[in-house]
């Protein structure tokens, strides 16, 4: 990860241990007709980029604010559940960079695993446990599962295993500058993706930690880990949670001077680099230490990467006719 404070966010692939993989990465599936199932159309036009409170962690590149312009695009209303996900699975038999490296980063307070299965926790940030055969299928470890979580995000999944499921789906990756226009919902130079405030009525709007990080959540807002796709409310373009529950991959390589030299029409991203960019925050960002749930925030992970709340939604070119 880059920056202060940015191990809370997703420790890196192999984390806090180096394992070689177990199995070798296999070739990607045979691309899809375009889809757009389940997805927006958003309009594109201008919109203000960045960071317009000087809240953001410098080493994360957040600023200067700056202009840009989009085309139409279509993007996914929820990020992928794991029903979508073992859809994808059961047709092309991939395995995720979390099976082949053989474990995964879960959050400590659920772990879920026999002893033998902990491996290790991340140097400096001890909340990150790498759990053996933890995976998008057993999210907490042996111990866990996802019969009772279809409609909750996929996790565990990295840029790799991402890329893969839009390719296969007919669909691709968000940029960066598609992502932060789709959730910022219509509003401009906002906080939030609701607003400016994170508890208007004293309601919470999305899935972060409440209570003293990282050894006490009182889950206030109802949710210790993930939650359904479709919790708390949309935002204005009809986009639900597009802050917190989990980080979403985008396509962009990530470079934290980036936006200094970012051109004003539809920009990429860096033509290289070592990480791809994240968005969105999880449930486990709080104000405390990674203050990651504004809609500006951004943070990267190499893209074999993987934890419990690592997850994505697709997005798509705008057809001429829709």
Not at 20 to 38: E, L, Y
Not at 214 to 223: F, I, K, L, M, V
Not at 225 to 243: E, H, I
Request: with cysteine; hydrophobic share 35%.
């Amino acid at each position: 990860m880059t920056g202060e404070h940015s191990s809370c966010c997703t420790p890196g692939a192999g984390a806090p241990l180096t394992l070689a993989p177990r199995v070798p990465a296999a070739p990607g599936p045979v691309a899809a007709g375009r889809s757009t199932r389940g997805q927006i159309r958003l309009a594109g036009g201008e919109f203000a980029m960045g960071d317009a409170f000087g809240e953001g962690y410098p080493a994360d590149g957040e600023t200067p604010v700056h202009p840009v312009r989009l085309p139409p695009f279509h993007i996914d209303e929820t990020a992928v559940t794991n029903a979508q996900f073992a859809a994808f699975v059961k047709a092309t038999g991939h395995v995720t960079d979390a099976e082949r490296y053989g474990s995964s980063a879960v959050f400590h307070l659920v772990v879920a695993a026999p002893s033998a299965d902990v491996l290790g926790s991340a140097a400096g940030t001890p909340w990150w446990i790498n759990v053996r055969d933890a995976c998008w299928r057993r999210p907490e470890g042996a111990r866990s599962g996802i019969a009772e979580r279809q409609n909750h995000p996929v996790v565990h999944v990295s840029w790799n295993d991402a890329a893969a499921y839009a390719r296969w789906a007919g669909k691709r990756l968000p940029t960066e500058a598609e992502w932060e226009y789709a959730a910022r919902g219509g509003l401009a130079g906002r906080r939030y993706a609701w607003g400016d405030e994170l508890t208007p009525g004293g309601r919470w709007r999305c899935n972060i930690w409440q209570g003293e990080f990282p050894h006490h959540n009182t889950a206030e807002d109802g949710h210790a880990t993930t939650a359904p796709v479709r919790a708390y409310r949309p935002n204005g373009y009809g986009l639900w949670n597009t802050a917190g529950n989990v980080w979403e991959w985008c396509a962009d390589w990530f470079s934290p001077s980036y936006y200094a030299e970012s051109p004003p029409a539809d920009p990429k991203g860096p033509a290289a680099g070592e990480t791809r960019v994240l968005r969105g925050g999880s449930y486990l960002c709080h104000d405390s230490y990674c203050n990651r749930y504004r809609v500006a925030a951004r943070s990267s992970n190499t893209p074999d990467s993987s934890s419990g709340n690592l997850g994505f939604r697709c997005a798509n070119d705008a057809s001429p006719g829709g």
